[in-house]
Protein backbone atom coordinates (compact mmCIF):
# COMPACT_ATOMS: atom_id res chain seq x y z
CA UNK A 1 0.00 0.00 0.00
CA UNK A 2 1.53 3.63 -0.73
CA UNK A 3 2.24 5.68 2.11
CA UNK A 4 3.59 9.49 2.51
CA UNK A 5 6.58 10.44 4.74
CA UNK A 6 5.55 13.46 7.11
CA UNK A 7 8.53 15.15 4.43
CA UNK A 8 5.79 14.20 2.03
CA UNK A 9 3.02 15.61 3.51
CA UNK A 10 4.45 18.72 4.34
CA UNK A 11 5.63 19.80 0.28
CA UNK A 12 2.02 18.59 -0.40
CA UNK A 13 0.76 21.12 1.85
CA UNK A 14 3.42 23.68 0.54
CA UNK A 15 2.07 23.11 -3.07
CA UNK A 16 -1.63 23.18 -2.47
CA UNK A 17 -1.23 26.27 -0.15
CA UNK A 18 0.97 27.83 -2.85
CA UNK A 19 -2.19 27.14 -5.65
CA UNK A 20 -4.54 28.70 -3.24
CA UNK A 21 -2.75 31.90 -2.63
CA UNK A 22 -1.75 32.31 -6.78
CA UNK A 23 -5.48 32.32 -7.08
CA UNK A 24 -6.17 34.76 -4.08
CA UNK A 25 -2.89 36.85 -5.77
CA UNK A 26 -3.66 36.72 -9.47
CA UNK A 27 -6.57 34.52 -10.73
CA UNK A 28 -9.20 34.54 -8.10
CA UNK A 29 -11.90 33.99 -10.84
CA UNK A 30 -10.27 30.49 -11.25
CA UNK A 31 -12.95 28.93 -8.30
CA UNK A 32 -11.08 25.01 -8.96
CA UNK A 33 -7.56 26.58 -7.52
CA UNK A 34 -9.22 27.70 -4.22
CA UNK A 35 -10.85 23.83 -4.46
CA UNK A 36 -7.79 22.46 -4.67
CA UNK A 37 -6.14 25.10 -2.32
CA UNK A 38 -8.79 23.89 0.31
CA UNK A 39 -6.79 20.72 1.16
CA UNK A 40 -3.84 22.28 2.59
CA UNK A 41 -4.96 23.41 5.47
CA UNK A 42 -6.08 19.64 7.27
CA UNK A 43 -2.80 18.41 6.21
CA UNK A 44 -1.13 21.54 8.58
CA UNK A 45 -3.08 20.83 11.75
CA UNK A 46 -2.58 16.87 11.03
CA UNK A 47 1.36 17.31 10.83
CA UNK A 48 0.55 19.94 13.56
CA UNK A 49 -0.75 17.31 16.02
CA UNK A 50 1.71 15.05 15.19
CA UNK A 51 4.96 17.57 15.56
CA UNK A 52 3.47 17.92 19.00
CA UNK A 53 3.83 14.28 20.34
CA UNK A 54 6.89 14.13 18.29
CA UNK A 55 9.17 17.59 19.15
CA UNK A 56 11.84 17.59 21.22
CA UNK A 57 11.38 20.37 23.05
CA UNK A 58 7.66 22.17 23.25
CA UNK A 59 9.27 25.48 24.21
CA UNK A 60 11.52 25.92 21.24
CA UNK A 61 8.48 24.51 18.91
CA UNK A 62 6.16 27.36 20.44
CA UNK A 63 9.08 29.64 19.77
CA UNK A 64 9.86 28.57 16.48
CA UNK A 65 5.87 29.51 15.88
CA UNK A 66 6.06 32.71 17.38
CA UNK A 67 9.06 34.07 15.58
CA UNK A 68 7.83 33.28 11.94
CA UNK A 69 4.23 34.15 13.30
CA UNK A 70 5.67 37.65 13.33
CA UNK A 71 7.60 37.35 10.43
CA UNK A 72 4.73 36.30 8.28
CA UNK A 73 2.38 39.04 9.39
CA UNK A 74 3.15 42.10 7.20
CA UNK A 75 3.62 39.72 4.17
CA UNK A 76 0.52 38.11 4.81
CA UNK A 77 -1.29 41.45 5.47
CA UNK A 78 0.20 42.67 1.80
CA UNK A 79 -1.26 39.95 0.16
CA UNK A 80 -4.33 39.79 2.20
CA UNK A 81 -5.52 43.09 2.11
CA UNK A 82 -2.80 45.10 0.17
CA UNK A 83 -1.43 47.22 4.01
CA UNK A 84 1.50 45.90 5.73
CA UNK A 85 -0.62 46.32 8.72
CA UNK A 86 -4.07 45.26 8.82
CA UNK A 87 -5.31 43.71 12.44
CA UNK A 88 -8.58 42.57 10.70
CA UNK A 89 -7.09 38.98 9.81
CA UNK A 90 -3.82 37.66 10.96
CA UNK A 91 -1.81 34.75 9.68
CA UNK A 92 -2.37 31.10 10.42
CA UNK A 93 0.98 30.24 12.25
CA UNK A 94 -0.83 32.27 15.19
CA UNK A 95 -3.87 30.03 14.66
CA UNK A 96 -1.30 27.31 15.17
CA UNK A 97 0.15 28.97 18.19
CA UNK A 98 -2.90 28.98 20.18
CA UNK A 99 -3.57 25.56 18.81
CA UNK A 100 -0.42 24.27 20.26
CA UNK A 101 -0.96 25.72 23.84
CA UNK A 102 -4.76 24.09 23.38
CA UNK A 103 -2.80 20.59 23.16
CA UNK A 104 -0.40 21.27 26.37
CA UNK A 105 -3.69 22.42 28.40
CA UNK A 106 -5.74 19.00 27.00
CA UNK A 107 -2.40 16.65 28.04
CA UNK A 108 -2.38 18.54 31.21
CA UNK A 109 -6.31 17.96 31.94
CA UNK A 110 -5.33 13.94 31.07
CA UNK A 111 -3.21 14.12 33.78
CA UNK A 112 -5.57 15.30 36.72
CA UNK A 113 -6.71 13.14 38.78
CA UNK A 114 -9.58 15.67 39.82
CA UNK A 115 -12.81 15.50 37.51
CA UNK A 116 -13.16 19.71 38.21
CA UNK A 117 -9.58 20.15 37.36
CA UNK A 118 -10.28 17.97 34.40
CA UNK A 119 -13.36 19.47 33.17
CA UNK A 120 -11.32 23.35 33.72
CA UNK A 121 -8.78 22.53 31.71
CA UNK A 122 -10.55 20.49 28.77
CA UNK A 123 -12.90 23.85 28.76
CA UNK A 124 -10.03 26.22 28.95
CA UNK A 125 -7.85 24.08 25.85
CA UNK A 126 -11.50 23.56 23.62
CA UNK A 127 -13.44 27.01 24.58
CA UNK A 128 -10.62 29.19 25.41
CA UNK A 129 -8.67 28.06 22.16
CA UNK A 130 -11.76 28.66 19.98
CA UNK A 131 -12.54 32.02 21.57
CA UNK A 132 -8.90 33.28 21.31
CA UNK A 133 -8.30 32.26 17.83
CA UNK A 134 -11.78 33.76 16.85
CA UNK A 135 -11.02 36.74 18.73
CA UNK A 136 -7.91 37.65 17.64
CA UNK A 137 -9.31 36.84 13.63
CA UNK A 138 -6.46 34.55 13.06
CA UNK A 139 -7.10 32.30 9.88
CA UNK A 140 -9.15 30.03 10.27
CA UNK A 141 -10.40 31.65 13.47
CA UNK A 142 -11.88 29.26 16.26
CA UNK A 143 -12.20 26.40 14.06
CA UNK A 144 -8.97 26.26 12.62
CA UNK A 145 -7.35 25.21 16.51
CA UNK A 146 -10.22 22.84 16.83
CA UNK A 147 -9.55 21.02 13.39
CA UNK A 148 -5.46 20.74 14.95
CA UNK A 149 -7.49 19.18 18.42
CA UNK A 150 -9.37 16.43 15.98
CA UNK A 151 -6.21 14.86 15.04
CA UNK A 152 -4.45 15.49 17.84
CA UNK A 153 -7.94 13.75 20.18
CA UNK A 154 -8.29 11.35 17.80
CA UNK A 155 -5.01 10.57 16.55
CA UNK A 156 -4.82 6.57 15.29
CA UNK A 157 -5.36 4.69 12.55
CA UNK A 158 -8.38 2.47 13.75
CA UNK A 159 -11.59 2.68 12.03
CA UNK A 160 -12.96 4.70 15.06
CA UNK A 161 -10.12 7.46 14.61
CA UNK A 162 -10.71 7.57 11.18
CA UNK A 163 -14.44 8.27 11.36
CA UNK A 164 -14.37 10.98 14.11
CA UNK A 165 -11.55 12.76 12.09
CA UNK A 166 -13.68 12.81 9.19
CA UNK A 167 -17.15 13.61 11.07
CA UNK A 168 -15.04 16.58 12.84
CA UNK A 169 -13.66 17.92 9.09
CA UNK A 170 -17.56 17.39 7.74
CA UNK A 171 -18.72 19.31 10.75
CA UNK A 172 -15.91 22.22 10.91
CA UNK A 173 -15.50 22.89 7.37
CA UNK A 174 -19.00 21.92 5.73
CA UNK A 175 -20.83 24.02 8.98
CA UNK A 176 -18.99 26.13 10.69
CA UNK A 177 -16.27 27.57 8.11
CA UNK A 178 -19.00 26.90 5.15
CA UNK A 179 -18.96 29.78 2.85
CA UNK A 180 -18.39 30.46 -0.79
CA UNK A 181 -20.18 27.77 -2.89
CA UNK A 182 -19.05 26.16 -6.12
CA UNK A 183 -21.71 24.03 -8.39
CA UNK A 184 -21.17 20.38 -8.18
CA UNK A 185 -23.61 18.05 -10.39
CA UNK A 186 -26.17 20.59 -10.26
CA UNK A 187 -26.04 21.01 -5.78
CA UNK A 188 -24.13 23.83 -4.38
CA UNK A 189 -21.07 22.64 -2.42
CA UNK A 190 -19.56 24.92 0.52
CA UNK A 191 -15.86 25.69 -1.33
CA UNK A 192 -14.10 24.86 1.95
CA UNK A 193 -15.88 21.47 2.29
CA UNK A 194 -12.94 19.85 -0.38
CA UNK A 195 -10.85 20.22 2.79
CA UNK A 196 -12.44 17.10 3.76
CA UNK A 197 -10.52 15.50 0.74
CA UNK A 198 -7.63 15.61 2.80
CA UNK A 199 -7.65 13.08 4.88
CA UNK A 200 -6.71 10.85 1.33
CA UNK A 201 -3.40 11.83 1.64
CA UNK A 202 -3.01 11.83 5.91
CA UNK A 203 -4.12 8.69 5.80
CA UNK A 204 -1.02 7.09 3.64
CA UNK A 205 0.83 8.65 6.21
CA UNK A 206 2.62 5.64 8.49
CA UNK A 207 4.52 7.76 10.96
CA UNK A 208 7.70 7.58 8.93
CA UNK A 209 9.73 10.64 8.95
CA UNK A 210 11.31 11.31 5.94
CA UNK A 211 14.23 13.71 4.77
CA UNK A 212 14.45 16.03 8.06
CA UNK A 213 17.12 18.00 10.38
CA UNK A 214 17.59 21.92 10.30
CA UNK A 215 17.77 22.53 7.31
CA UNK A 216 14.40 20.68 6.18
CA UNK A 217 12.46 22.86 9.15
CA UNK A 218 13.79 26.19 8.39
CA UNK A 219 12.72 25.64 4.53
CA UNK A 220 9.43 24.25 5.54
CA UNK A 221 9.25 27.33 8.17
CA UNK A 222 10.30 29.89 5.52
CA UNK A 223 8.31 28.71 2.49
CA UNK A 224 5.73 30.62 4.36
CA UNK A 225 6.42 34.52 4.82
CA UNK A 226 8.38 33.83 1.45
CA UNK A 227 5.62 33.05 -0.64
CA UNK A 228 3.44 35.49 0.71
CA UNK A 229 6.12 38.35 -0.02
CA UNK A 230 6.60 37.30 -3.44
CA UNK A 231 3.12 36.85 -4.22
CA UNK A 232 2.20 39.97 -2.49
CA UNK A 233 4.45 41.88 -4.98
CA UNK A 234 3.14 40.21 -8.10
CA UNK A 235 -0.29 41.05 -7.17
CA UNK A 236 0.89 44.82 -6.85
CA UNK A 237 2.81 45.09 -10.24
CA UNK A 238 -1.04 43.06 -11.65
CA UNK A 239 -2.66 45.76 -10.24
Do not use: K
Not at 90 to 118: C, D, H, K, Y
Not at 164 to 169: K, P, R, V, Y
Not at 202 to 211: D, F
Amino acid sequence: MPELSSFGLHLLAMALMLVDHLCIALAPQLLWMHCVGRLAFPIFAFLMAEGFYHTRSRARYARRLLVFALLSEVPFDLLASGRPFDLAHQNVLWTFLIALGSMQLLERAAATSRPAGRLALGAAATLGGFAAATLFMTDYFGPGVWMVLVFYLFRGEGWQQRLSQLAGLLLLNGALLAGQTVRLFGLPVPVQSFAVLALAPIWLYRGRQGPHGRAVRWLFYGFYPAHLLVLAAASALAN
